[in-house]
């Protein structure tokens, strides 16, 4: 059967340097992995059981807002097109299909092909009214990506749920959100979830969980070198170990070496100390005045933002900072101050061209 609302396109991301990129990380002074390499299918499957630890509060509360969220349309000329990063999984944008109203394009972006396609065209099935185009491509390719073929007409929103954006440094962050603000035009949005600081006390148990879920996580970066690269890593002599960074309100996640000892990865020899670490991962957790910055730096401003009633985790709106934006938000605030943005669509079942 083909689906007429459903489409694909393959970047055919580079197969990614990923021998090259480990043989640079584990060369360095200080070795390490990126975080990216987590999710083959085993970390794939191990990151799902991450998300309903009782300990990790992220994926539970991130959801709990989405479902608290009323009905909202967001002023737009034209149907929205939700361009999602990391979309392998169609999980999240169907629970924000029942807030957001309007959405007419759906476009998953995503490394991961075969899950990707797969999910992408489940949807489709799903609702024959949405078009949905899966993109198989890594954030670097999205910036030539010729955007207007595919979502001419629409007003795009880009979707970036789970606080990934907590795995890249402050300017990695700042020069996305800048590229996420040339795709997405002085009309389009960006709905980002961030993981708030909190209490090192459930903090640090949701990133070293008492099944030892994470660390099995940790450690399978290991097995994926050993497999797919032909190293041999002897995973019985690393420890997973998380670190708390309080300058950098961020979870460092490491891999330790217990003994001295070396690893032959493709021809080199490499050598561990006793007790030197891999570092494979920060996740860094936000305040709403470090969005605030993150988002003015890169010209977006917050039009609207969610938490949980803990503060744990918050959903927000980013919208472009022009003078159109910010008179449509003055004309909007006397008639509902809390909410200076947003239209209920209950009342405006079409969207009309407030900015426009
Ligand atoms: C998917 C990057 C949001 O940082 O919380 C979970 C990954 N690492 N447990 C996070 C992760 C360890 C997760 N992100």
Known sequence: MTLLNFQTVDLAPAAQDFLGEVMKGLSQPVK??????????????????????????????????????????????GQLAVIELGGASSFKFRRLQRSLADIGMYIPVDICRQALFHEAQKLARDCPELKVMALCADYQQLESFPWETYTAGFTPVVYFPGSTIGNLTPSEAKSLLKMLRRIVG?????????????????????????????????????????????????????????????????????LVSLASQTVQLAGTTLQFAKGESIHTEDSRKFTRQAIEKLAAESGFCIDQWWTDSRDYFAITLLGSVTSANILSMRANQSADSSHPFLRRAEHSPTSSAARA
């Open 32 to 77: 390490t992995l990126a975080p990216k390499y987590f999710y083959d299918d085993h970390g794939m499957e191990l990151f799902e059981k991450i998300c309903e630890l009782p300990e990790y509060y992220v994926t539970r509360t991130e959801l709990s807002i989405m479902d608290e969220l009323s009905s909202f349309a967001l002023p737009a000329s």
């Open 186 to 254: 002085p009309n389009g949005y960006v709905l980002l979830g961030c993981d708030l600081v909190k209490p090192l006390t459930t903090l640090i148990p949701a990133y070293d969980d008492a099944q030892g879920v994470t660390a099995e996580f940790n450690l399978n970066l290991l097995r994926r070198i050993n497999r797919e690269l032909g190293a041999n890593f002897d995973l019985h002599q690393f420890r997973h170990e998380i670190r708390y960074n309080t300058d950098e309100n961020k979870i460092e996640m490491h």
